[in-house]
């Protein structure tokens, strides 16, 4: 399941971004901790067309329900884009 965060106010379950900075995660849809690399990373977006590509961290997963997913996650590419909190994603229809 891919989930994207962003760093400004956004329409939930929405196709479009917002244009700001984003994070897009490749999330395991069991709870668990994995770490990242072998297929799974975190894409860091500071702007438009400007991917850069984390294949190590950690993604924490604590809970999964039908509408939700509940963790943590941590990685970094350099100084610029770097990520460690918390989350609760919505699982959109």
Do not use: H, W
């Not at 994207?4 to 999330?27: D, M, R, V």
């Not at 849809?29 to 067309?49: D, H, I």
């Not at 996650?73 to 990520?83: E, H, K, M, R």
Request: aromatic share 8%.
């Amino acid at each position: 399941m891919y989930a994207n965060f962003y760093g400004a106010t956004y329409t939930k379950c929405s196709s479009s971004g917002t244009g700001a900075p984003a994070l897009i995660a490749n999330l395991p849809t069991k709870p668990g901790s994995f770490a990242l690399g072998g297929g799974r990373t975190m894409t860091y977006v500071p702007e438009p067309g400007k991917n850069k590509v984390a294949t190590s961290g950690q993604i924490v997963i604590d809970q999964v329900t039908v509408d939700t997913v509940k963790g943590s996650l941590c990685s970094s590419v350099d100084a610029d884009n770097t990520v460690s909190g918390s989350f609760t994603v919505d699982i959109c229809p």
